[in-house]
């Protein structure tokens, strides 16, 4: 659900209208966040717990 609202805010700031240098200064820092939140988020969603074989096999 956070994924989906992240490319919904990206998605917003990429058709903004340009009007002056200043819009496209915060609309390429707009999309540089939350592209890395993105990448964060998904990164973070998607990794199993590391269990090592000596570890487990001790209980």
């Known amino acids: 659900m956070v994924d989906v609202l992240l490319v919904l805010a990206m998605m917003f700031f990429l ?3 340009i009007n002056d240098r200043r819009t496209v200064r915060m609309r390429l820092c707009m999309l540089c ?7 964060i988020s998904v990164t973070r969603n998607h990794v199993a717990p590391a269990e090592l074989a000596s570890i487990v096999a001790a209980h």
Do not use: C, D, G, M
């Open 15 to 17: 058709f903004l209208p």
């Open 33 to 39: 966040a939350l592209l890395a939140v993105f990448s």
